[in-house]
């Protein structure tokens, strides 16, 4: 079974922390994504990264960073955590092919108080 | 501008009726579009997918769409719901640069 693990299923942090959400793929995909989803917007991309140490800003890159240091593992820091970044994070991956599907991670539950 | 547009929020249907759920896309070239499904508090499942040939395209738990050219549409459908249908669902295309667009999502609701 092709599997995509977010460390944690929920969070609760304090506002101002460093936060690090973290995912793991073993699909050996190139592609590694990273979402915030929030009611009524749908999915928007924070970060995309297309290889490793390699990324690309998404739509709501603001307040968040990523690394990429090996293959298999795509983090999402929030360098210093505010009460607008309580949210669902949405990791996924997804082969160097368009016509193959992303898989999604279980989801990690952020809130900041 | 690339884009994916589910124009209803929520749909309500009755346990044992049939579904259709609306994806319209605006994309340059050749769509690799798709169908996932989120239930509460979970990521999102691959229901379908297409990308050529037959333009109506099964899936699992009982899905199809039907890709439609000249409409620039992508609806799923399901002939007769269950209650476990009960989801959020989304509509997706492909950029060339592996990137998903996304629509905003339908939330299903049944009626018992």
């Known amino acids: 079974d092709v599997k995509v693990t977010q460390s944690s299923r929920y969070l609760v942090k304090r506002t101002g922390e460093k936060v690090f959400l973290e995912c793991v793929q073993d699909m050996d995909h190139e592609n590694m994504f990273w979402y915030r989803q929030d009611p009524g917007l749908g999915l928007r991309l924070i970060y995309f990264?297309?290889?490793?140490?390699?990324?690309e800003k998404g739509d709501i890159p603001e307040g968040y960073s990523v690394s990429r240091e090996k293959k298999e593992r795509f983090s999402l820091i929030l360098e210093s955590a505010s009460t607008n970044q309580t949210s669902m994070y949405l990791c996924?991956?997804?082969?160097?092919?368009?016509?193959?599907?992303?898989?999604f991670g279980q989801g990690t539950r952020l809130t900041v108080v | 501008a690339q884009s994916v547009t589910q124009p209803d929020i929520h749909i309500t249907v009755s346990e044992g009726a049939s579904l259709e759920l609306r994806c319209n896309y605006s994309y340059g070239a050749t769509p690799y579009l798709f169908w996932y499904v989120q239930s509460p508090g979970q990521g999102l499942q691959l229901l379908l997918k297409?990308?050529?040939?037959d333009t109506l395209v099964q899936g699992i738990k009982g899905f199809e769409a039907e890709f439609k050219r000249s409409q620039s549409s992508f609806n799923l459908r399901k002939p007769s719901v269950h209650w476990s249908d009960a989801a959020e669902y989304f509509c997706a295309v492909s950029r060339s640069n592996y990137q998903l667009i996304w629509g905003a999502g339908t939330k299903l609701i049944i009626k018992p």
């Open positions: 990264s297309y290889d490793v140490k390699m990324k």
């Open positions: 297409y990308f050529s040939g």
């Open positions: 996924a991956s997804r082969a160097g092919l368009l016509n193959t599907e992303a898989f």
